[in-house]
C-alpha cells in the first residue's frame, strides 16, 4: 500500500469516527418538541390534531400492563416475543420498569401486529400507529400496531417508535432519534433509541 492509499483510508476512517461521534452526542444532546398534545372527543378518543393537552398517563398506572394480541399474527414475527423485546429494550434506556408484558385483561397498552392499516384516528407513520383513548372509567388506554413491516428488525424499530408514543412522546425532527416521524432512515440508531431529554422527561413523569 503506498503512502498515498494510507492516507486516503486514515482520512476515511477519521470521517466514519466522527459521524458516529456526532450521531451519539447528537441523539444525547438535542432538544425536541416533548409530549403529545392531544384533545379529548365525546367518544373518549383522543384527537391529536388539535393543541390541548399533553397526552400523560396517570402515575399510579406504572408500570404500564402490555397485551400483544396474538390472534392474527403477521409472518415472520412472533407478536408476543416482539413486544416483550422491545418492552426490555425501552425499559433499559429509561432506566426504570416503564412498562411490563401481562395476560390480563384490560391491558393499558394493546399491541397488533396487522398486514394492512386500521381505520379510526390514528398518529400515523408509514408502518405503524398509536391511538390513545379513555376507557368507561375514564383511565387511558392505548392501542399500537404495526403493519406492512417486512422484516423482523424494521417491526423493532416501527413498534418501538409506537411504543414510545403510547408513552406520550411525540415526533422529534431529530434523524437519529427513535421517535423520527418516518422510516426512511437507516441504521440502529435511527429507530432504536431516544434521547437524553425524553429520557429525562419520561422519568421526571413516571418515575423520579
Not at 476512517?13 to 451519539?24: G, Q
Not at 400523560?56 to 416482539?82: C, G, H, I, K
Not at 434506556?93 to 397488533?112: H, W
Not at 421517535?179 to 419520561?202: E, I, K, N, Q, W
Request: include cysteine; proline fraction near 5%.
Amino acid at each position: 500500500m503506498t503512502t498515498r492509499n494510507k492516507i486516503m483510508y486514515a482520512l476515511a476512517a477519521a470521517v466514519v469516527l466522527a459521524a458516529v461521534i456526532l450521531l451519539v452526542v447528537g441523539i444525547s444532546t438535542h432538544e425536541e418538541p416533548g409530549l403529545l398534545t392531544a384533545c379529548e372527543t365525546p367518544t373518549g378518543s383522543l384527537d391529536y390534531t388539535k393543541d390541548c393537552s399533553p397526552v400523560t398517563w396517570d402515575r399510579d398506572q406504572f408500570p404500564l400492563t402490555v397485551y400483544a394480541d396474538t390472534s392474527n399474527p403477521y409472518p415472520p414475527a412472533n407478536p408476543e416475543e416482539a413486544t416483550r423485546s422491545v418492552i426490555d429494550l425501552i425499559n433499559n434506556r429509561l432506566g426504570f420498569q416503564a412498562l411490563i408484558y401481562s395476560d390480563a385483561l384490560d391491558p393499558a397498552i394493546t399491541v397488533e401486529i396487522a398486514g394492512a392499516s386500521e381505520s379510526g384516528t390514528w398518529m400515523t407513520d408509514s408502518n405503524g400507529g398509536a391511538s390513545h383513548y379513555r376507557d368507561s372509567g375514564g383511565s387511558l388506554r392505548c392501542m399500537v400496531t404495526t403493519w406492512n413491516t417486512g422484516t423482523l428488525e424494521m417491526l423493532d424499530k416501527v413498534l418501538t417508535h409506537e411504543m414510545y408514543h403510547a408513552l406520550g412522546l411525540d415526533h422529534d425532527p431529530y434523524e437519529a432519534s427513535a421517535m423520527y416521524p418516518t422510516t426512511s432512515s437507516s441504521g440502529y440508531f435511527s429507530r432504536l433509541r431516544v434521547s437524553d431529554h425524553d429520557r429525562a422527561l419520561l422519568r421526571s413523569l413516571y418515575h423520579d
